[in-house]
């Protein structure tokens, strides 16, 4: 089994950054795509970015384009998401996942492991 575990959460004021971090190992880690996904209470899992096998595509949703960017340190073995100018309406749980295909999706249906996910609140 693939285990994925997600770092980098916290409490933040708005305007602030916070860059969260995935780690895993294995093959389907290495060599499929990666997505960051969050969830807020009451709501759907909402994608947020993707990334390829190889870190040279990537993806976004329109919500955070701008704003979020991942990346894929293949030295590490991580995939990253650095968050900018955060606002109350991103505090939700942030989770990474390791996609079945090479590239990544926005559906998460296409993802077939999953981290424990890690809390981000950002306060007014």
């Known amino acids: 089994q693939v285990t994925l575990v997600e770092s980098g959460g916290g409490l933040v004021q708005a305007g602030t950054s916070l860059r969260l971090s995935c780690v895993s190992s294995g093959r389907t880690f290495s060599n499929n795509g990666v997505g960051w996904f969050r969830q807020a209470p009451g709501k759907e899992r909402e994608f947020l970015a993707g990334v390829n096998w190889n870190g040279g595509d990537k993806i976004y949703a329109d919500s955070v384009k701008g704003r979020f960017t991942i990346s894929r340190d293949r030295v590490k073995n991580t995939v990253s998401l650095q968050m900018t100018n955060l606002e109350p309406e991103d505090t939700a749980v942030y989770y990474c996942?390791?996609?079945?295909?090479?590239?990544?999706?926005?559906?998460?249906?296409?993802?077939?492991?999953w981290g424990q996910g890690t809390q981000v609140t950002v306060s007014s």
């Open positions: 996942a390791a996609a079945l295909r090479a590239s990544s999706s926005r559906a998460t249906t296409d993802y077939r492991y």
